[in-house]
């Protein structure tokens, strides 16, 4: 028996697990969703209001569930509109295979109609790509896309699927397993650099973990905190790793870098030892390269060698899996012990932190105005115990007063775009994310500014009758771009104050049939907050908040962590 190309493509998908795909349908690609229609429940359709939203959606499924996304695309515009959420994924190295629709190989650097070069824009940002031109190596290719997506460090892998592909037939076969002889990523860390590692670790009389979001993506997690807890060493986090360890627990002093707690910061550059476990270094974690960590020997566990030594020096390197890792390490750990000196040293080291935590806490001055922070904290303190919570957000100060306000206690909590930064991420992530999590309740918090980027999502979240939460932090502003321009440009806000050209978010919300509500005293606040989250459905808060609100700490550029304004 014959099958086309549309066929293999649905049969492989569903041998890789896929339950849900993505996507927006285009003339390259009608035979995909024609083919789609005839496989029922199997292969569920999230329909978006734009290809950039289809991955962004893949992408906060596959951050949600840990499972590989999947959206498909047309080709030419629709291909290019994804490029976006392509890169956001390979930044943060999350696992997707997005699949565009190319003109027929034979007119393919013809320009014909809706004909773009999607395979050599995308090839740096992409684990892989390819341009498929023979079915009968489609369900192999298929196959090789999702190995490489899952493995290893994770990331996006393209398929440009010509449309005389989809129509062509031939005989299915199914793949066997992948070998590839250029791509094998090592899981097992060497035991002597674990050794050296553990050695470092019981003797420090001022050690500190970093998680990354390698800790979340690899698992790890766990295992992490289990060894952070009997060791007694404080643990701070990357923007990616929040949620690694449990922001409730006392050996949690936050997240470090640009805009990290004075404590997270403090901690890293006062360290003696150092385990950095799946992270990158980027530079808004590291702050000026030459004074990180100075007093600190590092210890970097990662699974792609590339991370390691790339940004920062490193004593012991540890390329390999995190969770492999962080058990091998929990072994050698246990076979060891801390003598008494160490460990009223490190006793003195957790007083120093929270010397340091009591004199500068994460805080904001109350009264007045709604103060953002005050509404993270809220949402937080009103749904801890009552719900299992998703967090997504968009890109600005939003951002990051969500990551420091709001406690995260469990992996796969909270997503946003940390390397790529992209503004629009938040409100299809949460789509994608209440889709892998139908129990939990999905919060996107957004900006005024940003969560315009993507808002047509809003109508395939009603349609789709996903109860996601949106919370706008509106001070009318593009608040993180405004905060530069009165630090660093005398007060000069171009193009960043939206006062009167913003749209009713009231009104645009109950015009995509969802619940809008709006909030601009500071005494009706929880109140408001309790009706959205006790109203069924998809709603959206404009809480108007005040207008000239600042993220502290920061870190200036080409300071050190140490430099921080408070």
């Known amino acids: 028996m014959e099958y086309t190309g549309a066929a293999i493509l649905m049969e492989c998908l569903k041998d890789e697990g896929v339950e849900v795909i993505f996507g927006y349908p285009g003339g390259a690609i009608i035979e995909l969703f024609d ?137 299915f076969v199914r793949p066997g397993e992948v070998r590839l002889r250029s791509y094998n990523p090592n899981y097992k860390p060497n035991l002597v650099q674990l050794r050296r590692a553990a050695e470092l670790l019981l003797r420090a009389e001022r050690p500190l973990l970093l998680t990354g979001g390698g800790v979340i993506g690899s698992g790890a997690s766990d295992v992490l905190a289990e060894t952070a807890i009997k060791l007694n060493i404080p643990v701070v986090s990357t923007l990616m790793g929040l949620g690694g360890f449990p922001g409730t627990h006392r050996l949690w002093y936050g997240m470090l870098g640009m805009h990290g707690a004075y404590t997270a910061n403090r901690a890293v550059t006062e360290a003696d030892v150092l385990l950095a476990v799946g992270t990158r270094f980027a530079d808004r974690v590291t702050g000026k390269l030459s004074a990180f960590a100075k007093q600190a020997r590092i210890i970097h566990i990662d699974i792609d060698p590339t991370s390691i030594r790339k940004n920062v020096r490193v004593d012991v390197p540890v390329v390999a899996d995190c969770r492999e890792s962080a058990l091998g390490l929990a072994d050698l750990l246990a076979a060891g012990r801390v003598d008494g000196d160490t460990a009223a040293a490190r006793a003195a080291w957790l007083e120093r932190l929270e010397r340091y935590k009591a004199k500068h806490p994460l805080g904001y001055t109350q009264g007045g105005e709604i103060r953002p922070q005050r509404v993270v904290e809220l949402l937080d303190r009103l749904t801890r115990g009552k719900y299992e919570v998703v967090v997504t957000t968009d890109v600005g100060q939003h951002q990051l007063w969500a990551a420091q306000f709001f406690k995260f206690t469990r992996p796969r909590s909270f997503l946003s775009s940390g390397g790529l930064g992209t503004m629009g991420f938040g409100l299809p992530a949460a789509a994608g994310a209440q889709i892998a999590r139908p129990n939990d309740l999905v919060i996107c918090i957004a900006g005024d500014g940003s969560i315009q980027m993507n808002i047509q999502e809003l109508a395939s979240v009603v349609a789709d009758g996903l109860p996601i939460k949106v919370v706008i932090l509106n001070n009318r502003f593009l608040g993180m771009v405004r905060q530069w321009q009165e630090l660093f440009m005398k007060r000069n806000y171009v193009c960043t104050d939206l006062e009167g050209c913003e749209p009713d978010f009231v009104k645009l919300a109950e015009a995509y049939g969802a619940t809008g509500l709006r909030v601009e005293d500071d005494a009706a606040l929880e109140e408001t907050l309790k009706t959205m989250l006790e109203t069924p459905g998809p709603v959206l808060a404009d809480v108007r908040v005040s207008r000239e609100e600042n993220v502290y700490p920061m870190v200036p550029a080409g300071k050190s962590l140490a430099e921080m304004i408070v």
């Open 35 to 171: 083919e789609m229609s005839r496989h029922g429940d199997a292969l569920k359709l999230f329909l978006v209001r734009h290809e950039q939203g289809a991955v962004h959606a893949a992408d906060g499924y596959a951050r949600a569930s840990g499972k590989p996304g999947v959206s498909i695309v047309t080709s030419g515009p629709g291909a290019t509109n994804a490029v976006t959420g392509i890169a956001t994924a390979y930044s943060d190295s999350i696992p997707l295979v997005v699949i565009t629709g190319q003109v027929p190989t034979q007119l393919i650097g013809n320009d014909a109609f809706q004909e773009v070069d999607i395979v050599g824009i995308t090839r740096p940002c992409t684990k892989h790509n390819y341009l498929v031109k023979d079915v009968k190596r489609l369900a192999g290719i298929v196959r090789q896309a999702f190995h490489l997506a899952r493995t290893g460090r994770p990331g996006p892998v393209l398929i440009d699927l010509p449309k005389d592909v989809i129509l062509a037939e031939t005989p």
